[in-house]
């Protein structure tokens, strides 16, 4: 049964870093991937879709990666912002439902 | 806009009161999911539908049901609401096709039960 961990669970850094948050899985037969923001009291919005044939996919300050050998996917997010500040989570499309199974996420404030 | 919509946003029941939560897409997927979300918990899996007319029980079914009313719509019903179904409760939608977009989420329904 997949399982995916996020460390750290949580992250403060000053408006300006760049920053690396983590995922990984133990079970290296990864489907799809996928990166996912969520606002305090709101929904999950879609940020990144990792197919198992890629390696990493960019939007704008966003790149994720995903090495399926070591099981690991990151999320790079460039010059931070404030307004970056949300629980991040990962999640593999590998449910025998064809659904997600999540990680618990990493809570990322940006200070001003 | 398209999208997930989930209704009521907020509720509060007593325990052994039943309700319908209800979930509409007009995204036209065929694959439609309900998760539950508590803390240090993630996000699990109830139930799911893979097409219209098809339902089957996912990692946390119990003390929940399902119907997809047509490809839409996919209501979860609580028939005795009890205190651990205490939950933040998302529908999403997805069409399993390798493309980009993957799933969409509603935001959700805070649900608290006294």
């Known amino acids: 049964k997949q399982e995916v961990t996020q460390i750290p669970a949580a992250l403060s850094v000053p408006e300006g870093e760049n920053l690396v948050l983590n995922c990984s899985f133990t079970d290296s037969a990864i489907y799809n991937l996928q990166w996912f923001r969520q606002d305090p009291g709101k929904g999950l919005t879609s940020l990144l879709l990792i197919q198992s044939s890629q390696r990493e996919q960019t939007s704008g300050r966003l790149n994720a990666s995903l090495d399926k050998s070591s099981g690991r996917s990151t999320l790079y997010i460039a010059a931070s912002q404030p307004g970056d500040s949300a629980t991040y989570l990962c999640a593999d499309l590998g449910g025998s439902q064809g659904n997600l199974i999540f990680g618990k996420g990493t809570k990322l404030s940006v200070k001003p | 806009n398209a999208g997930v919509t989930q209704t009521p946003k907020f509720q509060v029941l007593k325990t052994g009161q039943s309700m319908t939560l209800q979930c509409a897409q007009d995204m036209n997927h065929n694959s439609m999911y309900w998760y539950r979300q508590d803390p240090g918990m993630g996000l699990r899996l109830i139930y799911y539908s893979a097409s219209e007319g098809t339902t089957d029980k996912g990692e946390v079914p119990n003390g929940y049901n399902v119907s997809r009313l047509n490809k839409r719509e996919f209501s979860l019903r609580l028939e005795s609401a009890a205190p651990s179904q205490t939950s933040v409760y998302f529908c999403?939608?997805?069409?399993?096709?390798?493309?980009?977009?993957?799933?969409?989420f509603g935001s959700g329904t805070r649900l608290t039960v006294v």
């Open positions: 999403a939608s997805s069409e399993i096709v390798i493309g980009y977009y993957g799933y969409t």
